[in-house]
């Protein structure tokens, strides 16, 4: 199983600032991995797949960039709307696909 | 507009079963992949099962020979059918459409609560 490692685990930022999160893999997944974005109760939402696509109706803010075994998850400049918990996801073995644990991107 | 509602959660007891439904419209669930993702209350993401446009079937380790995923075409519903349910199977359940290719949920339903307690 590829594990995917998720830092840091909590993100404490102000609106306007710039939000980097990070998604390890224990193997190569090369560029076949995902970011999703989540808000309390609702379901995840697609942002960025491959890596670095954004999704239909992300708003360029949302930056992904990474390959291999390492990736990042940029948010230029924070909006209030943009504070939840974001996952990684592989698709490299498909279908046994993971997700990594999240990272909570909280007001400061 | 596509979209996805889950029914048929609820608390049940260890050992028992319970069928998950996912209605979906705005699209064919025939002519997609489609996926149960579930989440253990205040845990992250576990990926439980895919069912091709072509009809193959897979599994998560934690639920093979326990859950099987099925389709009406008919109806345009996703089906889980949960057997031997296990404490550690409590979780919320979202159906997802899952992109042909890039294998990401690009829709997803609003979840539902599957309980296991006795």
């Known amino acids: 199983e590829i594990v995917l490692t998720q830092s840091p685990a909590t993100l404490s930022l102000s609106p306007g600032e710039r939000a980097t999160l990070s998604c390890r893999a224990s193997?190569?997944?090369?560029?076949?991995l995902a970011w999703y974005q989540q808000k309390p109760g609702q379901a995840p939402r697609l942002l960025i797949f491959?890596?670095?696509n954004r999704a239909t109706g992300i708003p360029a803010r949302f930056s992904g960039s990474g390959s291999g075994t390492d990736f990042t998850l940029t948010i230029s400049s924070l909006e209030p709307e943009d504070f939840a918990v974001y996952y990684c996801?592989?698709?490299?073995?498909?279908?046994?696909?993971?997700f990594g644990g999240g990272t909570k991107v909280e007001i400061k | 507009e596509v979209q996805l509602v889950e029914s048929g959660g609820g608390l049940i007891q260890p050992g028992g079963s319970l069928r998950l439904s996912c209605a979906a419209s705005?699209?064919?669930?025939?002519?997609?992949?489609m996926s149960w993702v579930r989440q253990a209350p205040g845990k992250g993401l576990e990926w439980v099962s895919v069912?091709?446009?072509?009809?193959?079937?897979y599994y998560a380790d934690s639920v093979k020979g326990r859950f099987t995923i099925s389709r009406d075409n008919s109806e345009n519903t996703l089906y889980l059918q949960m057997n031997s349910l296990r404490a550690e199977d409590t979780a919320v359940y979202y159906c997802?459409?899952?992109?042909?290719?890039?294998?990401?949920?690009?829709?997803w339903g609003q979840g539902i609560l599957v309980t296991v307690s006795s």
């Open positions: 997802a459409r899952i992109i042909n290719y890039y294998h990401v949920g690009d829709y």
């Open positions: 705005g699209f064919s669930v025939s002519n997609n992949y």
């Open positions: 491959d890596a670095s």
């Open positions: 193997q190569s997944v090369s560029s076949y």
């Open positions: 069912i091709y446009s072509g009809g193959s079937t």
């Open positions: 996801q592989q698709r490299s073995n498909w279908p046994r696909i993971t």
